[in-house]
């Protein structure tokens, strides 16, 4: 009889029938039969000479022993992924560029990396929008290498360097004609997530006698996406405050237009990973040239 060989794929099986509590559900994850995923149960099974299942009809509930296994699954991928990633660390060309980025400059950064990944054919990206808060957990966590916030929230571990300078800009409806201060307003205000935030320094900044806070804008609606309130702003229900990048990356520009100001106001833009960990180039690469392409200066 020949031995019974170790096989990883039997455990990313079980790790989905755990985590999914159901035979059927595990086969349409992984594209397998349901008699398949039984099959991977059973190696897993005679691999360890030890019942990992108890089964009751379509249910099931994990052994002692199956629970150890499944641990040690976790450990065993969780170890594989670490390793693959520090074999990586150096490469240019190649390897895995893991960010969480705030809304505002992942709209206009993830089709500008998709276009670098076609230069770079062995990198691979995972990016993930997320607010400060969470983009800098995903750091703290080591699920990311890098995130780029616009707060500073203050740890031990972490090392911040500002990036760049986002212009804030107003936005309005194209047909729109008005000049001042109070016929803005009179629009209505189009809020999204940092909306009261942004409009408040940018309208103080130009207006400092006429703008006297917040409660002068009169909200016809709220998106916590922020490049969802351009679609209101472009139906013509009010205007808005967003970066210029969020109004580079919209499909509404025939819709819309800038409300032009005097005196430029910009939100502050930070690079954040773990003090101990050097990014590799491939991260300093990608960032510098996006940076450059921004300022409109030659990429390398």
Same mark, same amino acid.
């Given at each position: 009889?020949?031995?019974?060989?170790?096989?990883?794929?039997?455990?990313?099986?079980?790790?989905?029938?755990?985590?999914?509590?159901?035979?059927?559900?595990? &086969?349409?994850?992984?594209?397998?039969?349901? $008699?398949?995923?039984?099959?991977?149960?059973?190696?897993?099974?005679?691999?360890?000479?030890?019942?990992?299942?108890?089964?009751?009809?379509?249910?099931?509930?994990?052994?002692? &022993?199956?629970?150890?296994?499944?641990?040690?699954?976790?450990?065993?991928?969780?170890?594989?992924?670490?390793?693959?990633?520090? !074999?990586?660390?150096?490469?240019?060309?190649? +390897?895995?560029?893991?960010?969480?980025?705030?809304?505002?400059? +992942?709209?206009? !950064?993830?089709?500008?990396?998709?276009?670098?990944?076609?230069?770079?054919?062995?990198?691979?990206?995972?990016?993930?929008?997320?607010?400060?808060?969470?983009?800098?957990?995903?750091?703290?966590?080591?699920?990311?290498?890098? %995130? !780029?916030?616009?707060?500073?929230?203050?740890?031990?571990?972490?090392?911040?360097?500002?990036?760049?300078?986002?212009?804030?800009?107003?936005?309005? $409806?194209?047909?729109?004609?008005?000049?001042?201060?109070?016929?803005?307003?009179?629009?209505?205000?189009?809020?999204?997530?940092?909306?009261?935030?942004?409009?408040?320094?940018?309208?103080? %900044?130009?207006?400092?006698?006429?703008?006297?806070?917040?409660?002068?804008?009169?909200?016809?609606?709220?998106?916590?996406?922020?490049?969802?309130?351009?679609? &209101?702003?472009?139906?013509? !229900?009010?205007?808005?405050?967003?970066?210029?990048?969020?109004?580079?990356?919209?499909?509404?520009?025939?819709?819309?237009?800038?409300?032009?100001?005097?005196?430029?106001?910009?939100?502050?833009?930070?690079?954040?990973?773990?003090?101990?960990?050097?990014?590799?180039?491939?991260?300093?690469?990608?960032?510098?040239?996006?940076?450059?392409?921004?300022?409109?200066?030659?990429?390398?």
């Amino acid at each position: 009889m020949l031995p019974i060989m170790f096989n990883a794929l039997y455990f990313r099986t079980f790790i989905s029938l755990v985590e999914t509590g159901s035979f059927t559900q595990t &086969a349409r994850l992984l594209d397998m039969t349901q $008699p398949g995923v039984s099959q991977h149960v059973r190696k897993l099974e005679d691999y360890f000479s030890l019942p990992l299942l108890v089964r009751m009809g379509k249910r099931f509930e994990l052994t002692e &022993a199956g629970r150890q296994v499944y641990d040690y699954a976790l450990r065993l991928f969780s170890e594989h992924e670490q390793f693959r990633h520090s !074999l990586e660390q150096d490469l240019l060309e190649g +390897g895995e560029c893991r960010i969480a980025s705030i809304e505002v400059l +992942g709209v206009l !950064l993830y089709p500008f990396a998709l276009g670098f990944m076609k230069n770079h054919p062995r990198l691979r990206l995972h990016l993930r929008f997320a607010d400060n808060q969470e983009a800098i957990q995903e750091v703290l966590n080591r699920k990311v290498d890098l %995130a !780029l916030v616009s707060e500073m929230q203050r740890h031990s571990d972490l090392k911040y360097v500002e990036y760049l300078q986002e212009p804030l800009i107003v936005v309005v $409806p194209a047909e729109y004609q008005g000049n001042n201060l109070q016929e803005l307003l009179g629009l209505g205000f189009i809020n999204h997530q940092q909306g009261q935030q942004q409009a408040g320094e940018l309208l103080k %900044a130009n207006f400092p006698e006429e703008y006297r806070g917040s409660r002068q804008l009169i909200q016809r609606s709220y998106v916590n996406r922020v490049h969802l309130a351009l679609d &209101a702003v472009a139906r013509g !229900l009010g205007f808005s405050v967003v970066p210029r990048s969020v109004w580079e990356a919209s499909t509404w520009q025939q819709q819309i237009r800038e409300w032009r100001l005097p005196i430029e106001t910009c939100w502050p833009i930070y690079q954040v990973s773990l003090k101990e960990k050097k990014l590799p180039e491939r991260y300093l690469q990608l960032l510098d040239d996006y940076l450059s392409w921004r300022q409109g200066t030659d990429i390398r």
